[in-house]
């Protein structure tokens, strides 16, 4: 059974840095086959998306390139999404999701999610 577990977020302050990682398990075929991405809800408002990496390793930023950057890890398993200077509108549950092959912007594209860490900027 598929399964993405984030973890990495918490409380932050303005301008802090945070990393989050998507650990993955489960995929029928090999995990670098896949395109992960990061989604982010706050509260009151829509999914939208974040980040994502393809199979290939191709990176897409879709939210403020200059400060989020993510990566992956075929070796783990895992996708990395660094945040910098974080400011209080990226207060958010982030969420990991995968879809075979190549990115797509669209939330409605990716078949698995995990269940969410929760970021939150303040002082």
């Known amino acids: 059974q598929l399964e993405l577990v984030e973890s990495g977020g918490g409380l932050v302050e303005p301008g802090g840095s945070v990393r989050l990682d998507c650990q993955a398990a489960?995929?029928?075929?090999?995990?670098?086959?896949?395109?992960i991405a990061w989604f982010r809800q706050a509260a009151g408002k829509e999914r939208e998306g974040v980040a994502c990496v393809s199979r290939f390793g191709a990176q897409f930023t879709y939210t403020d390139s200059d400060r989020f950057t993510i990566s992956r890890d075929n070796a783990r398993n895992t996708v990395f999404l660094q945040m910098i200077n974080l400011k209080s509108e990226d207060t958010a549950t982030y969420y990991c999701?995968?879809?075979?092959?190549?990115?797509?912007?669209?939330?409605?594209?990716?078949?698995?999610w995990g269940q969410g860490t929760q970021v939150t900027v303040s002082s």
């Open positions: 999701s995968s879809r075979w092959d190549f990115c797509s912007r669209s939330r409605d594209a990716y078949d698995s």
């Open positions: 489960g995929f029928p075929d090999s995990f670098e086959n896949y395109a």
